[in-house]
């Protein structure tokens, strides 16, 4: 019987290969693992047929190491094998790991997590789009969907803005969106629920609800409750904006501490954010908008549908991150 070994699928872009390799021949020596196989994504494929290989090849576990669209890609493939995903953060925002409590900066202590034992089941969420000539397509995603202000910043952020200047490659995008502050028209429906209309600027579906530098988008979001958990941006004026940017930093800050939880519990909702929560999200638009996940742009929809498929990847994590719970249902907004 051969020895267990890792798959290592990596975008060369910003990655230290060198030290990589060190820590991952450390642990193969430490768990009697055999030589781990390397498979390196290309700028025509981000990952699917690297992880592919990874999976035809019997891989005890397959680490990424990239950015949130390469395990996005890979993680497509994997949850169907049934395989456990580890995770090694090297892109620009890295809100999966962030939302699992991974280290960031520590490459010998991401590679010892992938070769140990703890896996946490996490929600992978299904997005069927549909562009205005009738052609469907059907992604998954494990963090955020995004329409509006958030697709602008992966339509307009190149991979090499964000290579040289990470999430400072974002700002002229959201700075052009705050100025027009364009709202959009939208007939939405949650579950079986009626049909509802509105008006907003952005609209996130998250499997996920913190951002970088610690902003909590989606207080209710939990990466492993078997729900999608929406809420539409819809600031009126400048003033509107500054609201949402306060109400995200205090929730986040507030977050951190069960008395800060309680608390906020107190304050008043903000209509400029308004959430929703169940496992199908159905949209429809008067005009095509363009729409990310997790970062990576899919062009032009009028309609989509999100669900979501409970548990269905299992990903390495230490001690802490698999014992991390609900954000504790924190309000931040109104209904929508």
Not at 31 to 52: C, I, K, L, V
Not at 129 to 157: N, W, Y
Request: positive net charge; hydrophobic residues 45%.
């Amino acid at each position: 019987m051969q020895p267990s070994h890792a798959a290592i699928v990596y975008n060369p872009v910003r990655m230290p290969l060198e030290r990589v390799r060190r820590a991952v021949e450390e642990q193969e020596r430490r768990h009697g693992w055999g030589p781990s196989r390397w498979y390196e994504t290309s700028g025509g494929d981000s990952g699917r047929r690297a992880a592919q290989d990874a999976v035809e090849g019997g891989a005890a576990v397959v680490v990424v190491a990239g950015g949130d669209g390469t395990v996005r890609t890979v993680a497509e493939v994997v949850q169907e094998a049934g395989m456990p995903l580890a995770l090694l953060p090297t892109g620009t925002g890295n809100l999966l790991a962030r939302n699992l409590g991974l280290p960031l900066n520590d490459v010998e202590r991401c590679v010892r997590i992938a070769f140990g034992v703890t896996t946490r089941r996490v929600d992978v969420a299904c997005a069927e789009l549909e562009d205005e000539s009738g052609a469907r397509s059907r992604q998954t995603f494990l963090v955020m969907a995004g329409i509006g202000l958030d697709a602008e910043m992966a339509e307009h952020a190149g991979a090499l803005a964000k290579q040289r200047l990470g999430w400072l490659a974002y700002v002229a995008p959201i700075a052009r969106s705050v100025i027009a502050n364009r709202l959009f028209h939208l007939d939405y429906r949650v579950d079986g629920g009626h049909t509802k209309s509105a008006r907003a600027h952005t609209i996130i579906v998250g499997n996920c609800g913190t951002l970088t530098g610690k902003m909590l988008l989606i207080p209710a979001a939990v990466v492993d409750d078997g729900l999608l958990d929406v809420v539409m941006l819809r600031p009126q004026g400048r003033f509107g904006w500054a609201q949402i940017g306060a109400r995200l930093m205090v929730q986040g800050i507030a977050h951190r501490s069960r008395f800060g939880r309680n608390m906020f519990r107190l304050a008043p909702e903000l209509r400029a954010l308004a959430y929703a929560q169940g496992q199908r999200f159905d949209v429809r638009f008067e005009t095509p908008h363009g729409i990310e996940l997790d970062g990576d742009g899919f062009g032009l929809v009028v309609r989509a549908r999100v669900t979501v498929r409970p548990g269905a990847l299992g990903v390495r994590v230490g001690g802490d991150a698999a014992r991390a719970g609900s954000a504790g249902g924190v309000p931040g907004g109104a209904q929508a």
